[in-house]
């Protein structure tokens, strides 16, 4: 494994196994990854109840079965331009330390498998840009793949470090 890259954990803690699952998406042209065993379900895209004084990639909460999930909008976590809702969006909850959340994309793509080896670290920018939710990143396809520490990502949001 490469030792510039963020080490992978499955959600028991255990170290990355030496090829994962990920999950891929899309946020406009950018394509991301969490992996698989995070991944509690997908779900076609329902506005979320909004909630008062929340930062603005907060969209709100959903209600999952008799739980109260949050639901963060990755375009705009990630700086992206808005994009209009359509039938390709979707909130893809995930579990977090036991803890639901919702993140909303603009598509799920498919499900690839991903070994230690191929993950690349993140270039190193400013002390001032937060990196550190990128695990790496994966040629796949003539694509780069950004995959997600999804824990790391909402630890602010939902008050939990990984």
Known sequence: MNPHVNPQR??????QSPSQQYMTFRL????Y????????????YAAPTPLPDVPLHV?????????VVPVFDMRVRFN???????RLTVIIVVVI???SVGLVVDEVTRVARLSAESLRPAPTLSRHVDTSFIVGLAAQEEE???????????????GELP
């Open 10 to 15: 499955s959600p028991s803690g255990g170290p």
């Open 28 to 31: 406009g042209e950018q394509l």
């Open 33 to 44: 990854g969490v992996n698989i065993l995070e991944v509690q379900e997908i779900r076609r």
């Open 59 to 67: 969209k709100g909460v959903i209600n999952l079965r008799g739980a």
């Open 80 to 86: 992206l331009p808005s994009a209009a809702i359509d």
């Open 97 to 99: 330390k036991h803890r």
């Open 144 to 158: 780069l793949v950004t995959i997600l520490d999804v824990a790391r990502l909402v630890a602010d949001d939902i």
